[in-house]
């Protein structure tokens, strides 16, 4: 049997986030508003606030790759209302929604480290509504029941999965990406069409995840270019933001598989922003995966790309080669650029595998690496 599970509601469309008010005060009348500086100062919350009803803070501190500390301080907010907040609602980017999930079931299940919440086996207590309002075109997380913190003792990024983290509301608006500067669109574009191809891969795919993935690709790889290249350009924008939902849902449901296995790891150890780490490996990965999946590619192919005609082989080999084009357009950088040496590269190579075969992503690739394989996987993508 396939089930697939969704937010609640899903709003969407250009300023949706004005006609939205009406779905959140049903969640309550005392809000925290979870975000970052950078919201902030673009007027976002802004454009929020000024259509919200009943009383709100606001946390601007979350960071980007959030960690156990952000969420603590978070946690340390909500016990110090007089009023108790009633729901959450994170406006911001994936580091903003994962930060409002972790919390709203920490605050009422009484767990305070990201070990414990990680290793429970279910939580007793409903948590606290979230409304997700995505301001990149990335993650999908509003509508996924993933949220992503980083554990700084153990520099481990836990990726943790259960229906209580899922969003009870999603509002998705393209304008609120608008403000997205060209390397932020790549990197988080890009992460959305890895969630798109790993889910369409996967081996937990059904029909109606791979319907979703295989759309989310075709708009993803039609539009990115012209996003990154034209900020302004709204249909453009409007298509991103829908993919990269299209692509939350069908991974949430289908799961990811061997890329981001691998790119968590780089995350935690080498603060490299997330779509980045999964761009710089996704190549790699799926040259090494291509003989378990040609068909699949080719099935990529002809969606996107229907004037091309070849065998599956030919159209697997050209899917590949049409994502490292859209990778040079973007710019995609390399370990160096973040700072990262050749020899700690190599010399975190162990605790990488470790990390990656914990997540336990990479048991969804249709080939499953040894460990030596993965370590020349990473190696290969030390360009
Ligand atoms: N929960 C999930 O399902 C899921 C899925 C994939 C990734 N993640 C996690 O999400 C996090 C990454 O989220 P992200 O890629 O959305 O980036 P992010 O939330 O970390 O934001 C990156 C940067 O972009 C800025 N930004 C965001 N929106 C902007 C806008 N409209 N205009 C200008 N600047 C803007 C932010 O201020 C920040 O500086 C990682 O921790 C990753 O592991 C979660
Ligand atoms: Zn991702």
Redesign the pocket.
């Known amino acids: 049997m396939k089930r697939l599970y969704l937010p609640q509601e899903i709003i969407y469309g250009q300023d949706a986030i004005k006609s939205a008010c009406d779905s959140i005060v049903g969640y309550g009348n005392s809000f925290l508003i979870i975000t ?1 500086e ?2 902030l100062k ?1 007027g ?1 919350v802004d454009k929020l606030t000024q259509t919200l009803e009943g009383s709100w803070t606001i946390f601007s501190g979350v960071t ?3 960690t156990d500390a952000i969420v603590n301080q978070v946690l340390t907010l909500m016990h110090g209302q007089e009023q108790p907040i009633e729901a959450l609602i994170a406006l ?7 930060t409002a ?1 972790a919390a709203s079931v920490m605050y009422r299940n009484g767990y305070s480290t990201i070990p414990a919440l990680a290793s429970a086996k279910e939580f007793k207590v409903s948590p606290l509504p979230v409304i997700a309002i ?3 075109a ?4 509003e509508a ?1 029941d ?3 913190i980083t554990d700084t003792q153990q520099q481990i ?1 836990y990726m943790m999965k259960d229906k209580n983290f899922l969003p009870k509301v999603a509002i998705i608006d393209p304008l ?6 060209p390397s ?1 669109t790549a ?2 574009g890009l ?1 959305a069409l890895c ?1 798109a191809v790993e889910s369409y891969i996967s081996r937990k795919a059904h029909a109606l995840t791979q319907e979703l993935s295989l759309s989310a690709v075709k708009a993803i790889m039609h539009h990115i270019v012209t996003a990154y290249q034209d900020g302004d350009h709204l249909a453009a924008r409007e298509e991103m933001a829908l993919a990269a939902l299209k692509a ?1 849902i069908a991974f ?1 449901n289908a799961s990811v598989t061997l890329i981001h296995g691998m790119s ?1 790891p780089i ?1 935690a150890l080498f603060h490299i ?3 980045f780490s999964n761009a710089i490996l996704m190549h790699e990965v799926l040259a090494y995966s291509k003989p378990a999946i040609i068909q699949q590619l080719a099935e990529l192919t002809q969606a996107v790309y229907p004037a091309f005609t070849g065998t599956d082989e030919e159209k697997a080999t050209y899917f590949l080669q049409q994502l490292e084009d859209i990778c040079q357009i973007l710019s995609i950088p390399t370990y160096s650029d973040f700072g990262v040496t050749k020899e700690q590269f190599t010399a975190s190579l162990d605790k990488m595998c470790e990390d990656a075969f914990a997540s336990g992503s990479p048991a969804n690739n249709p080939i499953v690496p040894t460990k030596d394989e993965m370590k020349a996987i990473y190696l290969r993508s030390w360009k």
């Open positions: 970052d950078t919201m673009l976002l980007s790759e959030p911001g980017g994936g580091s903003c929604i994962d999930k995505p301001t990149t990335g993650t999908g997380s996924t993933v949220t992503v990024k609120m990406t608008q403000s997205s500067p932020i990197a988080t992460d969630h939350g949430s968590r995350g922003p997330h779509g």
